[in-house]
């Protein structure tokens, strides 16, 4: 049986991760590791002898939800060892510890050494939290996660990051370069660039970002999406860049956090929203096509109904494709917990209500215009049944028939028609 490996049983590893696309990358980077050293890695819902959970303790309902996963984990098979790792782990421990079934707990700076424990190796030599470890994802062959940076130096006030994840520090770009080729050997044809803190790439190498996009720019044949990029951070090259190179998705996703100045001081942000105003249109007068997507928090510890009034009407009038709506999370480290007055829960709801509905009407506004409009597309490995899913360069998702051969190929298409379930049609040019 593919179980029975010189003769001996293969040990059974499940994978769970929480949170964020570096945890899903790095995820992605370990279970290939142990992969590698022969172990069978099987689906997360099945009786496994090591369950690993990579964890997010970003908001309370993130550590809720990773406590529940453990249990899950226990129930199925009591007799496994279940390994938690992750920004979670890195700052309770103890607490995961007093969770039955649990066997070891990583922090972020060790986990890469999992590979070690489980094939009792037993070095796990602690290393530097300031160390970075490459990673991609794979396994999807369309595309790509490749984490080009890790941690951050900007200590919002809301924000635990910094705490979890250590200082901004990156891999070389002649690295990232490489790292990139392998993954377009494989077949993958777009490559998302990920990190904490992406726009401030280049601390430990002495690089910066649009550098290492000019270089990736070199490698034929693929394409790159930078994800989300800190609005004082994504400069007028690199605009300038995705506009003239093809090779980068017309995609942006700028973090705006709070609609006013008063909080957006108090989070200890980089910007004012007039600067915010700015670049978005910036963006659409060089990229009109673009798709901007943005993070709000609401219920910020100060936040008045006027705050939030004036947020709404702030938003409303800006050129967003899309807006995703958080709730504040009180957390212990970070300088926001001692804040007052804190927003009661309630109204923190109605308040993330309201914000969401903007942001579907923006998000719909969006489609709307790119109707008729001719795109490039990404179409899926596979097909669902008679339909085949894509997503076009500016981040909109498009379906059609399925034909064969579309599967993971660019194809231009134009946007036809939005079903009743906000599905967006389009047809093969
Ligand atoms: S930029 Fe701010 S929100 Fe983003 S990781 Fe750094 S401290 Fe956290």
């Given at each position: 049986a593919s179980n029975i490996r010189n003769g001996a049983i293969r040990k059974k590893i499940a994978f769970f991760t929480h949170g964020c696309k570096l945890n899903y990358t790095e995820t992605s980077t370990i279970s290939r590791k142990i992969k590698h050293e022969g172990y069978s890695?099987?689906?997360?819902n099945t009786p496994a002898d090591y369950y690993i959970i990579n964890t997010c303790m970003v908001?309370?309902?993130?550590?809720?939800?990773?406590?529940?996963?453990?249990?899950?984990?226990?129930?199925?098979?009591p007799e496994a060892k279940i390994i938690v790792i992750g920004c979670y782990s890195e700052l309770k421990a103890n607490e995961l510890k007093e969770i039955p079934g649990v066997f070891l707990t990583f922090g972020n700076s060790d986990k890469f050494n999992i590979v070690n424990v489980i094939s009792e190796k037993n070095d796990p030599k602690p290393d530097n939290a300031n160390e970075f470890h490459s990673s991609y994802s794979a396994g999807d062959r369309t595309r790509s996660f490749l984490k080009i940076q890790d941690g951050c130096n900007y200590f919002c006030s809301y924000c635990?990051?910094?705490?979890?994840?250590?200082?901004?520090?990156?891999?070389?770009?002649?690295?990232?370069?490489?790292t990139a080729k392998t993954i377009k050997a494989q077949g993958v044809k777009e490559i998302i660039?990920?990190?904490?803190?992406?726009?401030?790439?280049?601390?430990?190498?002495?690089?910066?970002l649009h550098k290492l996009l000019m270089e990736l720019a070199n490698i034929d044949d693929i394409y790159f999406r930078i994800s989300s990029i800190e609005p004082n951070l994504l400069t007028h090259e690199?605009?300038?860049?995705?506009?003239?190179?093809?090779?980068?998705?017309?995609?942006?996703?700028?973090?705006?956090?709070?609609?006013?100045?008063?909080?957006l001081k108090r989070m200890n942000r980089?910007?004012?929203?007039?600067?915010?105003?700015?670049?978005?249109?910036?963006?659409?007068?060089?990229?009109?096509?673009?798709?901007?997507?943005?993070?709000?928090?609401?219920?910020?510890?100060?936040?008045?109904?006027?705050?939030?009034?004036?947020?709404?009407?702030y938003l409303n009038q800006l050129e967003l494709s899309d807006i995703h709506v958080f709730s504040f999370s009180s957390r212990e480290m970070a300088k926001a917990y001692t804040m007052e007055p804190k927003v009661k829960g309630e109204i923190i709801k109605k308040r993330s209500d309201g914000i969401q509905l903007l942001a579907q009407k923006k998000h719909l506004s969006f489609i709307q215009s790119q109707l008729n409009k001719t795109k490039l597309c990404l179409f899926e490995k596979s097909a669902k049944n008679k339909y085949i899913y894509g997503l076009t360069d500016n981040y909109i998702k498009v379906v059609t028939n399925y034909k064969e051969g579309l599967e993971n190929t660019h194809q231009m298409v134009q946007l036809t028609s939005i079903e009743n379930n906000n599905e967006v049609f389009c047809k093969i040019i």
């Open positions: 890695i099987v689906d997360f908001t309370e309902k993130a550590e809720r939800k990773c406590r529940q996963t453990i249990k899950k984990a226990y129930k199925q098979n635990t990051i910094p705490y979890v994840r250590g200082r901004s520090r990156n891999a070389p770009i002649a690295q990232l370069i490489e660039l990920t990190g904490i803190n992406i726009g401030d790439y280049g601390k430990s190498s002495n690089e910066n690199i605009i300038d860049l995705v506009k003239n190179n093809k090779q980068f998705s017309p995609h942006f996703h700028i973090p705006l956090q709070a609609g006013t100045d008063k909080i980089k910007y004012s929203i007039s600067f915010f105003r700015d670049k978005v249109s910036e963006i659409k007068k060089a990229i009109p096509d673009c798709f901007i997507g943005t993070d709000l928090i609401v219920g910020f510890p100060g936040e008045t109904e006027d705050d939030y009034t004036e947020t709404y009407n």
